[in-house]
């Protein structure tokens, strides 16, 4: 690994009162110490704050304070230095300037967290999670990124891999001595072993679809025939007027999406064109990206007009659109119109025609009544998701991958001890097992998985 010095802006882009700029590497305090007029930096103690102002040369640009970290208690296990100075762009671009005159280079995109994987510092999983960390827009998914940085997915699975590579360092031993026809590795042993590995990958496995909806949020489709009050529902649980709502049907062209928050979860709230036979050639654009956002979301919510005496479009739009993962709620609207009585017999001619299991709500969006309930509903289907099994959480589509390797390399070679197939097969599959496990944490990678994982952060991380 090149041990450079590198520097980059560790703030966001923009004026701000402070902005902070790092820099890491085996030169981090001497290039530092050449433009700082204050203490000398190499002759400081470690974790200090230091008082003085960057210089180039007789200009001064900026009065700063600057923090020296000496390795290898710093992020990258490197010494590394911050600049705080007042949070001009200007300021930030000429003392990056500076610093890179006098031997640092502009950090690469994650290299900050890419040089503390590589120290040894933090395991492959824990970098992707600061990356999560910093992406996190929910306490749910900050929490799940929280418990990933101390190192959860990882704690969980070593103790098994740890195991595991017991069991192949004794397979690999009977290799050793194969014309000798002995076995050190206790095959009832090994198996229950790997019972226990299937059940732990199973559980993680389970884990990711809650895990996807708390990183990525829950899609909900708002969905109904025109003038059902998609519009209204959607103003009244974002609580601000953000769709056009008209007694003209066909006024929502478009699909209009907005995040909810509920209970520390994200909902991902898509308000669609009204659902009908339309000659109008933008609305039936419209109404056709409607039918795609149903084919992409986790809950279709259902606006039917509770005043309505005729329910068989919508019965007919409802059977098209229901897929067996896909979450049901089907809402009589405009209920503060129309008597309980309508609204139970709407309910029951829904019950009648639909065969697939659904909620059924009723609510007035303008009066708000009942609007609590949808957002019971909406609450319910993320927490039903989660596992009671396992106290970490996948959020990660490369982490979930890994362990449905591992869990197949698993099942192959209980299938090679079930059917006695020969030792280098046996160790062939277990060396598999253990590499699928090792992907996870880092152990086992390569560049260009290193180089797509760290693409993806921010310059100054």
Not at 123 to 138: F, P, R, V
Not at 248 to 256: E, L, N, P, S
Not at 401 to 407: D, H, I
């Amino acid at each position: 690994m090149n041990h450079d010095t590198i520097c980059a802006l560790a703030t966001a882009n923009g004026i701000g009162a402070i902005g902070i700029i790092r820099i890491s590497g085996d030169d981090a305090i001497p290039v530092s110490a050449k433009i700082f007029d204050g203490k000398n930096l190499e002759k400081a103690q470690s974790h200090t704050v230091h008082y003085g102002f960057i210089k180039d040369g007789d200009e001064v640009i900026d009065e700063v304070m600057i923090s020296v970290f000496k390795a290898p208690k710093t992020f990258t296990a490197e010494d590394s230095v911050e600049i705080s100075f007042h949070g001009s762009p200007h300021i930030a671009k000429k003392i990056l300037e500076v610093l890179i005159k006098n031997g640092a280079r502009m950090a690469k995109a994650g290299e900050f967290t890419m040089r503390a994987f590589m120290n040894g510092r933090i395991d492959l999983s824990q970098a992707e999670s600061i990356a999560d960390l910093i992406a996190s827009e929910n306490e749910a998914s900050r929490k799940v990124a929280l418990n990933q940085l101390k190192g959860g997915i990882t704690n969980e699975i070593s103790f098994l891999r740890t195991d595991l590579l017991n069991f192949v360092s004794l397979i690999e031993l009977e290799l050793d001595f194969a014309e000798e026809d002995v076995e050190f590795a206790d095959r009832t042993a090994l198996n229950q072993l790997l019972d226990k590995i299937e059940t732990k990958l199973n559980s993680l496995i389970e884990s990711f679809q809650y895990g996807n909806a708390i990183k990525n949020g829950t899609a909900v489709a708002i969905i109904g025939k025109p003038n059902a009050g998609k519009s209204t529902l959607l103003n009244a649980l974002l609580k601000e007027e953000r769709a056009i709502v008209s007694n003209i049907a066909g006024t929502t062209r478009d699909t209009i999406e907005e995040i909810l928050h509920i209970k520390g979860h994200a909902f991902r709230l898509i308000d669609t064109a009204g659902l009908r036979e339309t000659a109008d050639e933008i609305e039936a654009i419209g109404v056709k990206k409607a039918k795609e956002k149903v084919e992409n979301a986790n809950i279709l919510v259902y606006l039917a007009d509770a005043a309505t005496k005729n329910f068989s479009e919508d019965i007919e739009m409802i059977k098209s659109l229901q897929r067996d993962d896909l979450k049901l709620i089907i809402c009589a609207t405009k209920i503060d119109e129309v008597s309980p009585t309508q609204y139970e017999l709407v309910e029951n001619v829904f019950r009648k025609e639909i065969s697939q299991n659904f909620d059924f709500i009723t609510i007035s969006a303008v009066e708000n009544q009942n609007m609590q309930d949808l957002k019971d509903e909406l609450s319910s289907y993320v927490e039903q998701l989660k596992s009671e099994e396992s106290n970490v959480i996948i959020t990660n589509q490369r982490h979930f991958e890994a362990l449905g390797k591992s869990l197949d390399a698993v099942n192959k070679v209980k299938e090679a001890i079930t059917f006695q197939i020969s030792t280098e097969l046996l160790a062939y599959e277990l060396r598999n097992a253990l590499e699928h496990l090792g992907e996870i944490s880092g152990e086992v990678t390569n560049d260009e998985v290193l180089g797509n994982i760290f693409s993806k952060f921010c310059i100054g991380k």
